[in-house]
């Protein structure tokens, strides 16, 4: 009788899906680190044993704390601004249509258990993590303001400065209260519900030239 050759698995790296899953873990195991011993006082050793992997094998997804950490904040922090724009400039669209888009966008992705996580942590900080968070991000966001002021599309009584800041302080106000690790799922749908009226608000207010809501 003749037996059918089984097919045997390749030895090699793991699936791709597989890796992913381990990356995500580690990302999840170091916010619990973090929280619990800060970024100085976490280990790697800390971070492996929460996932129940060999320090090695955590190496070989991230070089070390610093790039987790990195990782958090392209995915929640003030790098989730490049990480949404994927690189297209924000100044080749009119404001009109970029502000509620890319905004709109990153208030989906605060949305995320991990991003909601990490928005406590940042809290826990103190007031300067945060502060530095938005500094980061209204940095990151001058030049595409003044190009859209420079042609017009912004109105000219206000500074492009001022503009940021009435973007995104009310935006990071709701992040903190209903997007944050411990709120619940009613309390993230209606911060997304008013993030998301104001930014239809100011988008109107800020690209009306006379300054009205229409």
């Given at each position: 009788m003749n037996?059918?050759?089984t097919?045997?698995s390749?030895?090699?790296?793991p699936p791709?899906s597989?890796?992913?899953?381990?990356?995500?873990?580690?990302?999840?195991?170091?916010?619990?680190?973090?929280?619990?011993?800060?970024?100085?006082?976490?280990?790697?050793?800390q971070?492996?044993?929460?996932?129940?992997?060999?320090?090695?094998?955590?190496?070989?997804?991230?070089?070390?704390?610093?790039?987790?950490f990195?990782?958090?904040?392209?995915?929640a922090?003030?790098?989730?601004?490049g990480t949404?724009?994927?690189?297209?400039?924000?100044?080749?669209?009119?404001a009109?249509i970029?502000?509620?888009?890319?905004?709109?966008?990153i208030?989906?992705a605060?949305?995320a258990?991990?991003?909601?996580?990490f928005?406590?942590?940042?809290?826990?900080?103190?007031?300067?993590?945060?502060?530095?968070?938005?500094?980061?991000?209204?940095?990151?966001?001058?030049?595409?303001?003044?190009?859209?002021?420079?042609?017009?599309?912004?109105?000219?009584?206000i500074?492009?400065?001022?503009?940021i800041?009435?973007?995104?302080?009310?935006l990071?106000?709701l992040r903190?209260?209903y997007?944050n690790?411990?709120?619940?799922?009613?309390?993230v749908?209606h911060?997304?519900?008013?993030?998301?009226?104001?930014?239809?608000?100011i988008?109107?207010t800020?690209?009306?030239?006379?300054?009205?809501v229409?």
């Open positions: 037996i059918p050759a097919q045997t390749k030895r090699g790296r791709r597989n890796q992913r899953a381990t990356h995500d873990r580690i990302l999840d195991a170091a916010l619990e680190v973090f929280s619990e011993h800060g970024f100085d006082g976490a280990t790697v050793r971070i492996a044993a929460k996932v129940s992997v060999t320090d090695p094998a955590l190496y070989s997804h991230f070089k070390g704390k610093k790039e987790i990195e990782a958090l904040m392209r995915e922090g003030p790098d989730l601004l949404v724009a994927g690189g297209v400039g924000l100044d080749q669209f009119p009109q970029a502000i509620p888009k890319m905004f709109g966008s208030v989906e605060w949305t258990p991990r991003a909601r996580a928005i406590s942590l940042v809290l826990r900080m103190g007031p300067d993590g945060i502060g530095n968070a938005l500094k980061e991000v209204s940095t990151q966001l001058r030049p595409v303001f003044d190009t859209w002021q420079a042609r017009g599309e912004l109105r000219a009584d500074s492009a400065e001022v503009a800041w009435q973007v995104i302080g009310p990071s106000a903190i209260t997007m690790g411990d709120a619940s799922s009613t309390d749908a911060g997304t519900k008013l993030a998301l009226a104001h930014l239809d608000l988008t109107r800020l690209t009306n030239t006379r300054g009205e229409t």
